[in-house]
């Protein structure tokens, strides 16, 4: 899971953390951390309802966006978080800088705090990039999705949305259906899942599961139909269309007719479930396009959600002061 | 570290008798309750503000707006490390034209004063605003006095005032003394 940053080789000596904070991986968290973040992402959403939608809490402080893949959604949620708690924010994108010219990770990283920046924020192609960067470079590391390993803002996210529609974490029965296999969402919700105490069901064909999931805690199924009478939140996973001519992947109608939230479907159920998905929808593949009308409003209150527990999670690796 | 308890200044009764007295003395200076709104500073100043306000209701026969504020997103002196839990702000009614009553336990730097007036104004333009505290210890380092006073407990700074109320702490009684490693 924690595959090199491409060209890098692994460090003999850990350099020493000068009392910096990060947040790099739902499995570094205990239970009562996450419970902690989605508690103060609570009065965090409260700041985004004011007319005057900022707090002086990371005033002076300066914080990096960088995002070496593309994200619209995930970079925007940062950004504003960074804004609504007063901080500066500096937007770096690979494109329209000197890593089109070759630079490495590194250089480009150390260049950056060399200007004196309190956090970077990095969303990139390979997993354990973050990690990488808490031993370079001496300041706050916030992983924004690193390769197939994690996206521990989005989980966050999602159980905060959870607990607040459902009124609870503890016992809820969540299912996951889609591309367990290349999803760092899956795998950080499930991680998260599992340590509040809800119980978590991957749904997916054999071929997209990795292998020893059950190993890891987690129960799976083949059958959609079997997690629909289950679950009391079913969270779809968006199908990654440069996937689906990959060998293990069935084909698209295939797909939707095993693994979609299709109308008849939704129809059929008696007792319907609170429907999630990260973001965007593929709407006629993984679910249905007047499912997703329907369950539009659980899905924009995620995107409203990210912005308040990226406020959680930043005023948490920056807030108070560094001794 | 754990706190020890050198003198109780206050207890139940002697705050149920600041309660009353100081709800009489807001309504006094403001000649009643027209335009009057109590904020309580988390987490002993919000119990504090709602104890007032339902005295203040109970006197005038009317109801008196309350809030609640976290003033931890505002404040110059943040020292802790982790950032300090941010509770809910509630302020559901408008500010303009109010006289507001900010309330809470220990006025002592006036630094929490400070960022709470901050905080306040983030919502709002209120008509004037007035300070109330249960106990005021001294040691002012900014401009700013209270104009309700509970009690006045003079301490040297390295006193602690220890504030509990029925409503967190399952007592009601202040107490001064020290904390230990």
Redesign the interface.
């Known amino acids: 899971m924690s595959a090199q940053v491409a060209g890098v080789e692994e460090s003999e000596v850990r350099v020493q953390e000068a009392g910096y904070k990060h947040l790099l991986a739902i499995a570094d968290l205990e239970g009562d951390d996450i419970i902690r973040l989605l508690d103060s992402t609570r009065s965090f959403a409260e700041v985004s309802t004011r007319s005057i939608k900022k707090v002086p809490a990371l005033r002076g402080r300066t914080i990096v966006n960088m995002f070496m893949e593309p994200s619209t959604r995930t970079r925007m949620s940062f950004e504003l978080a960074a804004k609504r708690l007063s901080a500066d924010v500096i937007n770096f994108s690979p494109t329209t800088s000197s890593v089109s010219k070759g630079e490495s990770l590194k250089d480009t990283a150390k260049t950056i705090v060399a200007m004196g920046v309190d956090a970077v924020v990095i969303r990139h192609k390979s997993a354990g990039a973050p990690k990488k960067l808490t031993e370079w470079l001496d300041c706050s590391i916030v992983n924004a999705g690193d390769g197939m390993h994690e996206h521990p803002t989005q989980a966050l996210l999602d159980l905060y949305t959870m607990r607040e529609r459902m009124g609870r974490l503890e016992g809820l029965k969540v299912a996951i259906v889609g591309d367990i296999d290349h999803s760092r969402v899956a795998r950080s919700n499930m991680l998260a899942l599992n340590k509040v105490g809800a119980s978590v069901l991957l749904v997916a064909p054999r071929s997209l599961l990795p292998e020893g999931i059950e190993k890891m805690g987690a129960e799976t199924t083949g059958s959609l139909d079997e997690a629909l009478r289950w679950c009391d939140v079913l969270y779809l996973l968006r199908i990654q269309m440069e996937r689906v001519n990959e060998s293990r992947f069935p084909s698209l109608r295939e797909y939707t007719l095993e693994y979609g939230l299709t109308e008849q479907r939704w129809e059929s159920l008696e007792k319907k479930p609170l429907v999630m998905h990260p973001g965007p929808m593929n709407r006629g593949v993984e679910i249905a396009s007047s499912v997703a009308d329907e369950v539009e409003s659980v899905i924009t209150g995620q995107v409203a959600a990210g912005v308040a527990a990226r406020m959680a999670v930043l005023y948490d690796v920056l807030g108070g002061s560094r001794e | 570290m754990t706190f020890r308890a050198r003198a109780r200044v206050l207890d139940t009764e002697d705050i149920a008798r600041i309660v009353k007295r100081i709800s009489h003395e807001i309504l006094e200076r403001n000649k009643g309750s027209k335009d009057l709104a109590l904020i309580g500073v988390h987490t002993r100043g919000v119990f504090l503000a709602q104890r007032l306000a339902d005295t203040i209701d109970s006197i005038e026969g009317n109801h008196v707006d309350m809030g609640s504020l ?1 003033v ?3 404040r110059d002196d ?13 302020i559901d009614f408008d500010l303009a034209g109010k006289t507001v009553v900010l309330v809470d336990d220990v006025l002592y730097t006036g630094r929490t004063t400070r960022a709470a007036m ?2 306040m104004m ?2 709002g333009r209120p008509e004037s605003v007035q300070l109330a505290v249960l106990v005021d210890r001294g040691h002012r380092e900014l401009p700013i006095r209270a104009d309700y006073v509970g009690k006045n407990v003079p301490t040297s700074g390295n006193e602690k005032v220890k504030v509990s109320l029925k409503e967190v702490d399952g007592v009601d009684m202040v107490e001064i003394g020290e904390e230990e490693q």
């Not at chain 2, 943040?78 to 509630?90: D, F, H």
């Open positions: 976290d931890s997103l505002y943040v020292s802790m490390r982790p950032a300090p839990k941010v509770e809910v702000t509630r901050d905080a983030d919502f």
